[in-house]
């Protein structure tokens, strides 16, 4: 078989018993999350020096809104496809919700974004006895041990 006739599997449909609704362990969530978040330090390394040698604001700034851009279809479209980053395949995450759309899955990665950019405190929600972080509680999403 050639590789152009092969057909990539997408999430397989399953019935709402067979779901599993084990919370995934806190320390697996941060572990998944330091993980994708290496994918893009490795990526801004390995893009500076493309960088201009004078390196002003416009050269860094220009850098992070890539890395931005790449980060947000990274995350969003492996939660779409899969319901899980590279990160969460490694450490067993999966991320639930009743319907994940592309709107439900941008509200997430701002909310990723809104917690790292507050210093964290977004993902000190998930210490809460519901263990929901704020990109959960935007984007009315779960994540499940998968």
């Known amino acids: 078989m050639r590789f152009d006739e092969l057909e990539l ?10 779901v599993r ?4 362990p806190r320390f697996r969530r941060l572990l998944a999350l330091l993980t994708d978040l290496s994918l893009f330090a490795a990526l801004t390394l390995a893009l500076m ?5 004078v390196r002003d604001a416009f050269a860094i700034v220009s850098l992070g ?3 931005m851009m ?3 279809y990274y995350f969003v479209g492996s939660w779409l496809l899969w319901g899980k980053t590279i990160g969460g395949a ?5 991320v639930v919700a009743d319907a994940m759309t592309p709107k439900s899955a941008t509200l997430r990665w701002l909310g990723l974004y809104l917690s790292l950019f507050t210093a964290g405190i977004g993902f000190l929600f ?13 984007s009315s999403t779960c994540c499940v041990a998968a």
């Open 126 to 138: 998930a210490a809460l006895p519901s263990r929901r972080s704020l990109a959960d509680r935007l």
């Open 90 to 94: 490694i450490f067993d995450v999966r």
């Open 65 to 67: 809104g890539f890395v």
């Open 21 to 24: 609704t084990d919370d995934a």
């Open 70 to 72: 790449i980060s947000y």
């Open 49 to 53: 020096p493309l960088l201009p040698p």
């Open 9 to 18: 599997d997408g999430m397989a449909a399953v019935d709402d018993d067979e």
